[in-house]
């Protein structure tokens, strides 16, 4: 499984705590399953005990040992209910709106991150992007030098030489129309990000025109933010505004920008809008037969990450590791 092996060494050194929020899902207990029996990750179930292990035996998996948390009964819930009222005072919200809120299993998860409890959090398997992204802004909030949240996905192309083909792609999945200066956050945190995967990242701002060839507010916004980024990052490579194919294609950026050292070979590439980047990584993921991981949060204060509805045992099973590694 591609680059996990470091990731698994560095977690067997120092073992995390992740929490489930959907814990009797039978993807989740199929993951967790797996995690046990393992020494670098504990899984920590979020539900009702006896319905989580029905769950497991109905579905035939072995989840002795795991530790599960029912919100519903739980000993610091009224330390954890002080610490929303106080998180969350300038609302205005109530001990008893409080209890309410957070009887809900993606606001109980993301406290228990909060309290120290879980190192880190993987929810959304039924449930929205919003929904995790919700109680994470409000409760663990950016960090510092973040203004916003971001996500983007990691790309994987398997190759028979075992050298994998990765890229890194953003944002796909929370910004539906970032501005320049978003656009200049989601670059440091993609290249960040790129690099916990062993991706050296060449950036490129994607647009329907290269280095000028094309007129339009959309272009104007793609080389902006990439001249702001390069001003922000001046050790990062970095090229904007970049036709796909000028970005990834050797003989096609020798013809339309023969002087980039980014053209022809990026790697990490940043979208102009959520409809470009959702519509990109799924193209590269169905057609170009890459593997996507993601979405993948940024700019959070702690590690938290988003699961597809459609979502396999599999890909809760890396998403994992991904998660915990990041912590």
Same mark, same amino acid.
């Given at each position: 499984?591609?680059?996990?092996?470091?990731?698994? *060494?560095?977690?067997?050194?120092?073992?995390?705590?992740?929490?489930?929020? *959907?814990?009797?899902?039978?993807?989740?207990? +199929?993951?967790?399953?797996?995690?046990?029996?393992?020494?670098?990750?504990?899984?920590?179930?979020?539900?009702?005990?006896?319905?989580? +292990?029905?769950?497991?035996?109905?579905?035939?998996?072995?989840?002795?040992?795991?530790?599960?948390?029912?919100?519903? #009964?739980?000993?610091?819930?009224?330390?954890?209910?002080?610490?929303?009222?106080?998180?969350?005072?300038?609302?205005?919200?109530?001990? *008893? +709106?409080?209890?309410?809120?957070?009887?809900?299993?993606?606001?109980?998860?993301?406290?228990?991150?909060?309290?120290?409890?879980?190192?880190?959090?993987?929810?959304?398997?039924?449930? =929205?992007?919003?929904?995790?992204?919700?109680?994470?802004?409000?409760?663990?909030?950016?960090?510092?030098?973040?203004?916003?949240?971001?996500?983007?996905?990691?790309?994987?192309?398997?190759?028979?030489?075992?050298?994998?083909?990765?890229?890194?792609?953003?944002?796909?999945?929370?910004?539906?129309?970032?501005?320049?200066? #978003?656009?200049?956050?989601?670059?440091?945190?993609?290249?960040?990000?790129?690099?916990?995967?062993?991706?050296?990242?060449?950036?490129?701002?994607?647009?329907? =025109?290269?280095?000028?060839?094309?007129?339009?507010?959309?272009?104007?916004?793609?080389? /902006?933010? &990439? /001249?702001?980024?390069?001003?922000?990052?001046?050790?990062?490579?970095?090229?904007?505004?970049?036709?796909?194919?000028?970005?990834?294609?050797?003989?096609?950026?020798?013809?339309?920008?023969? /002087?980039?050292?980014?053209?022809?070979?990026?790697?990490?590439?940043?979208?102009?809008?959520? =409809?470009?980047?959702?519509?990109?990584?799924?193209?590269?993921?169905?057609?170009? #037969?890459?593997? &996507?991981?993601?979405?993948?949060?940024?700019?959070?204060?702690?590690?938290? #990450?988003?699961?597809?509805?459609?979502?396999?045992?599999?890909?809760?099973?890396?998403?994992?590791?991904?998660? &915990? &590694?990041?912590?």
């Amino acid at each position: 499984m591609f680059g996990f092996g470091a990731m698994i *060494e560095k977690l067997k050194k120092n073992p995390k705590k992740i929490v489930f929020t *959907e814990g009797s899902d039978p993807r989740i207990l +199929e993951a967790a399953s797996r995690l046990l029996a393992s020494n670098f990750l504990q899984p920590i179930l979020l539900g009702n005990p006896d319905e989580i +292990e029905t769950a497991a035996e109905k579905a035939g998996f072995n989840i002795r040992g795991a530790n599960m948390i029912d919100p519903a #009964n739980y000993d610091r819930f009224d330390e954890m209910v002080d610490i929303f009222v106080e998180l969350r005072k300038s609302k205005g919200v109530t001990p *008893e +709106e409080a209890r309410t809120i957070l009887s809900k299993s993606n606001y109980f998860g993301t406290m228990l991150v909060k309290m120290g409890v879980a190192d880190a959090l993987l929810g959304g398997a039924t449930y =929205s992007t919003a929904d995790t992204v919700r109680p994470a802004l409000q409760i663990i909030k950016t960090k510092p030098g973040s203004t916003i949240v971001s996500s983007c996905f990691i790309l994987v192309r398997p190759s028979a030489t075992g050298d994998n083909e990765v890229l890194a792609m953003a944002d796909c999945a929370i910004n539906i129309d970032p501005t320049e200066d #978003n656009l200049v956050e989601i670059c440091g945190e993609t290249a960040e990000c790129a690099r916990a995967f062993g991706v050296d990242p060449k950036i490129a701002f994607l647009s329907y =025109s290269t280095l000028g060839s094309g007129k339009g507010e959309m272009v104007d916004k793609m080389k /902006n933010a &990439a /001249n702001k980024a390069k001003a922000k990052y001046p050790n990062l490579p970095i090229e904007g505004e970049l036709q796909f194919d000028a970005a990834v294609v050797p003989r096609v950026a020798r013809t339309k920008c023969p /002087n980039s050292e980014v053209a022809g070979h990026a790697n990490t590439f940043i979208f102009p809008d959520i =409809s470009a980047g959702n519509i990109g990584y799924k193209i590269a993921q169905r057609m170009g #037969n890459f593997d &996507a991981y993601g979405p993948i949060l940024l700019g959070l204060n702690a590690s938290i #990450n988003d699961l597809s509805r459609g979502c396999s045992a599999f890909e809760v099973y890396s998403m994992s590791i991904i998660t &915990a &590694a990041l912590a």
